[in-house]
């Protein structure tokens, strides 16, 4: 990858066309992710594991993302910020329930961009339902 919006734009895509492969190859040998439910990966091949039996007993819901930030820590290594929702599969809209945060820490190589860390937190702002809608409305913008 050339940059960390590439980087962030390939795992989306890796996801939402259900390859572990394609998915864990973009991490680091000891990269993290830190899914949905608070579950800790650690590693490539723990990470192909993971989504590869993740992939073969769920039918897998399609992420909606968009990026709200991305900031340089030092050179080569970056943060990026993004939003998410989720449309199950078979279905056409999101479904609220799983909007979600996502961090991406991606760090530079000899020209590479890995991932470090990808960690998907549920965006359900507890007690502030109207959050939950404004949030679900702009990523269905995205749909249009």
């Not at 199950?88 to 909007?99: C, L, W």
Request: hydrophobic share 45%; glycine share 10%; charged share 25%.
């Amino acid at each position: 990858m050339t940059d960390i919006r590439a980087l962030y734009d390939a795992l989306i895509d890796g996801w939402n066309r259900r390859n572990a492969d394609e998915f864990a190859e973009l991490f680091e040998d000891d990269g993290i992710v830190i899914g949905f439910d608070g579950t800790q990966v650690i590693g490539r091949e723990a990470i192909r594991a993971h989504l590869r039996t993740i992939f073969a007993d769920h039918q897998t819901a399609a992420y909606v993302v968009k990026i709200r930030d991305v900031r340089f820590l030092v050179p080569g290594v970056g943060l990026l910020m993004a939003v998410a929702g989720m449309i199950p599969a078979g279905g056409s809209d999101i479904n609220p329930a799983t909007n979600a945060v996502q961090t991406l820490v991606g760090r530079e190589t000899a020209g590479e961009w890995h991932i470090a860390l990808f960690q998907n937190t549920p965006a359900q702002y507890h007690g502030r339902g109207e959050a939950v809608e404004e949030l679900t409305d702009e990523l269905r913008e995205l749909l249009k």
